[in-house]
């Protein structure tokens, strides 16, 4: 299954923002933040990439469901869907 570019420019500008988020994290600890404010971003960053991985699934999903024989993409984007559980 591949994925449409254009399908994909949410997801993408989410993962970018969470690039900046995890870039202010390492930023943080080296300069020797305060542990509330780091754990914060870090897990918005978490949070960004975990729905990244979710929208990319439910978009597999809807392609598989649109197959010929949805059957065969089922097992693969249910194990995808776990590992990001």
């Known amino acids: 299954m591949e994925l449409e570019?254009?399908?994909?420019?949410?997801?993408?500008?989410?993962?970018?923002r969470a690039?900046?988020?995890?870039?202010?994290?390492?930023r943080m600890l080296e300069e020797g933040s305060d542990c509330h404010t780091v754990v914060t971003q870090l897990s918005a960053a978490s949070k960004a990439i975990d729905r990244a991985g979710f929208a990319?699934?439910?978009?597999?999903?809807?392609?598989?469901?649109k197959s010929e024989d949805p059957t065969d993409d089922r097992a693969d984007m249910?194990?995808?869907?776990?590992?990001l559980a």
């Not at 990319?56 to 469901?65: N, P």
Request: net charge positive; proline share 3%; hydrophobic share 45%.
């Open 5 to 16: 570019v254009d399908t994909m420019k949410p997801v993408i500008n989410r993962l970018k």
């Open 78 to 83: 249910e194990k995808l869907f776990l590992s």
């Open 56 to 65: 990319i699934i439910a978009t597999g999903l809807e392609q598989c469901l």
């Open 19 to 26: 690039q900046g988020q995890i870039n202010a994290v390492v």
